[in-house]
């Protein structure tokens, strides 16, 4: 069984910064995917950033120069250093570990970004 714990969200003025972490505990094995995903109201869940345990990282164009993804394999923890934050970044964000296969979900934080 694993477990995501997330924290680290809140609300920030526009062109703020955030930075939002993620705690993998349980069976975990050292070879997995790690991102961050977000939901706005009415919108789809969409993937904000990934990394690979060798620290290979993919970004949405909506966020790219603007956050950071990295990660800590030896805490199981991800992170998400958000800078220059926009109105339209607002969503809850939820932290998602792949492995063989399989997602597993944190339970969400919520980022608000206020104009």
């Known amino acids: 069984q694993v477990q995501l714990m997330e924290s680290g969200g809140g609300e920030v003025q526009a062109g703020g910064s955030l930075r939002l972490s993620c705690a993998a505990s349980?069976?975990?094995?050292?070879?997995?995917?790690m991102g961050w995903y977000r939901q706005a109201p009415g919108k789809q869940r969409e993937l904000v950033a990934d990394?690979?345990?060798?620290?290979?990282?993919n970004y949405a164009d909506s966020v790219r120069g603007r956050f950071t993804i990295s990660r800590d394999n030896a805490k199981n923890t991800v992170f998400l250093q958000m800078n220059s934050l926009k109105p339209e970044d607002t969503a809850v964000y939820f932290c998602?570990?792949?492995?063989?296969?399989?997602?597993?979900w944190g339970q969400g934080t919520q980022v608000t970004v206020s104009s």
């Open positions: 998602d570990l792949g492995l063989f296969g399989r997602s597993y």
């Open positions: 349980g069976s975990i094995f050292s070879i997995n995917l």
């Open positions: 990394i690979t345990s060798r620290g290979n990282s």
